[in-house]
RNA sequence: GGGGAGAUACCAAAGCGGUCAAACGGGGCAGACUGUAAAUCUGUUGGCUAUGCCUUCGGAGGUUCGAAUCCUUCUCUCCCCA
């Protein structure tokens, strides 16, 4: 696809967006040396074997590893299986749960045919590294181990600001950079690519190869994406993500409640907008030319296409602007049963029916929404909790702005 | 191996015999204002058809009319010394 560009018109594509090359130079010269041998980098990625479901950071990785499978060059996808069993001591970590042998190939198996939406699979190859670090035995471990220095391990930011608040660090942690390292001199990797937070792991892969006569792998680091929060990075277990997965109103709507400052990253880092537009819009939108709002539905929509398509990305949008803006019901309500067995005398406590429609944990907690104004019925505000509701089918129940659904009795 | 400190709700952190379902803050949720943005303001944040009842303060026992608070023991963590 690309491959007709000169390498420095490659460096500058495979440049956008990226927070940091280790190095440019080597970059350079490793795709040099892909064109006149002709022969495909080899750039790698590592993954968690956890319950996938990729979300646009993730993407962010993804869609760069895309550009070089364009270029023609191979992607080899690392499940971490056997790494797993540490944990990326990256940012906070709790110690994780044992995953079972099938689970992990259940996951994998997700894993592949989500990453499918972005990279080509002609190019991927995806490996476990259990099938060389299960089969380390304790001497080649301390071999490895002896590679690496301990200050050098806790120079790294997690483990420094673990050490400097009291917060344990375990031993076995500390073998997780020489492990992801490893994995690179197994696989004689050209490139690492990751986000930002993995920038200690990857260069612990450049020092491993080097101890092993081979040409360190270059590092390829991504910004990590800010979630929908406008604080925290993107990740499922915050819950602060896009995935890419999810049904076009939902990416639109959830696109559409980031704040406005992280308009102009996700535009460079989530979309394929050039970046001289997107300087345009920039200095639009701060000369007052262009209203936020319209810019983050050109985002929004532009997000939705590469997922879905530019159909469902404008009808994503007129349903919001129905929604949100002439502040009616959505059509496609999602419908909730409610077994006529719940209901006595065609009744049912409010309180239960929201529980019941999935909206609150608890009864008590849906009092509280009730009581907080929150609550609509058939779009009428209900604040008395203990109300008996005497239901018909096809009615609307609304919790909060955003929850709605079409109450169905069975 | 020796000495010291600690474990409290989503996080962080007070409370050190009754007024504790547990302060303050962060986060979350709801409302107001908006552009379902941010900021701000208000309320709320264990459960239960509920002006009351039930279960929570690392685990298990005990003292007491009464325990997050006192005692015993177990588990885990941090710090200092070796």
């Known amino acids: 696809m690309h491959a007709e560009l000169s390498i420095d018109e490659q460096v500058d594509l495979i440049g956008r967006g990226t927070a940091e090359i280790i190095s440019k130079e080597e970059l350079l010269r490793k795709l040099e040396m892909a064109r006149e041998q002709a022969r495909p980098l080899r750039v790698k990625l590592g993954l968690d074997p956890t ?12 869609r760069k590893l895309r550009q070089f499978q364009d270029l ?14 540490i944990g990326d001591p990256t940012g906070t970590s709790k110690t994780r749960p044992q995953l079972s042998e099938e689970q992990i190939g259940l996951n994998a198996k997700t894993y592949e045919e989500q990453y499918c939406k972005i990279l080509d699979p002609s190019k991927t190859s995806t490996v476990f590294n259990s099938e060389w670090l299960g089969k380390m ?67 612990a892969g450049r020092d491993l190869q080097r101890a092993h006569g081979q040409q360190p792998q270059v590092a ?24 890419i997965y999810e049904p076009p109103n939902e990416m639109y709507a959830k696109l559409m409640s980031i704040p406005d400052e992280l308009m102009s990253t996700y535009f460079k880092l989530a979309t394929d907008v050039p970046l001289d537009e997107i300087r345009k819009l920039e200095v639009k939108l701060a000369d007052g030319d262009l209203h936020p709002k319209t ?17 469902a990305a404008a009808s994503a949008e007129a349903k919001f602007d129905k929604v949100h803006r002439d502040r009616q019901l959505p ?24 529980t019941h429609a999935g909206f609150a944990d608890s009864t008590s907690e849906a009092r509280r929404l009730v009581q907080q104004g929150g609550v609509r019925l058939d779009n009428e505000r209900i604040t008395d909790s203990s109300l008996e509701i ?3 089918s096809g009615s609307v129940l609304q919790v909060g702005k955003r929850r709605f659904a079409r109450l169905i009795i069975q």
């Not at 319950?51 to 993804?62: M, S, T």
């Not at 810019?295 to 159909?311: F, N, P």
């Not at 999602?334 to 065609?346: E, K, N």
């Open 220 to 243: 390829l680091l991504m910004p990590l994406l800010v979630g929908l929060d406008g604080s925290e990075k993107m990740s499922k277990s915050l819950g602060n993500y896009v995935g």
């Open 51 to 62: 319950a996938p479901d990729i979300h646009l950071g993730l993407a962010v990785v993804l």
């Open 331 to 354: 059509e496609d309500l999602p419908d909730v049963h409610i077994p006529s067995t719940t209901l006595a005398d065609g009744k049912i406590w409010l309180a239960h029916l929201i």
């Open 137 to 203: 035995c304790f001497s080649d471990v301390i071999n490895l181990t002896a590679k690496t220095t301990v200050a050098r391990v806790l120079e790294r930011d997690d483990f420094a600001d673990r050490f400097d608040r009291r917060v344990p660090i375990s031993l076995h942690e500390m073998l997780y950079p020489v492990c992801q390292g490893y994995d690179s001199v197994h696989l004689e990797a050209d490139i690492e690519m990751g986000g930002t937070d993995q920038k200690f792991n990857i260069l």
């Open 295 to 311: 810019v983050k539905q050109r985002l929004a929509r532009e997000i939705v296409s590469i997922y879905h398509d530019q159909t």
């Open 72 to 85: 023609g060059h191979q992607v080899i996808v690392i499940i971490g299986d056997f790494t797993a069993m």
């Open 390 to 392: 005497d239901l018909s």
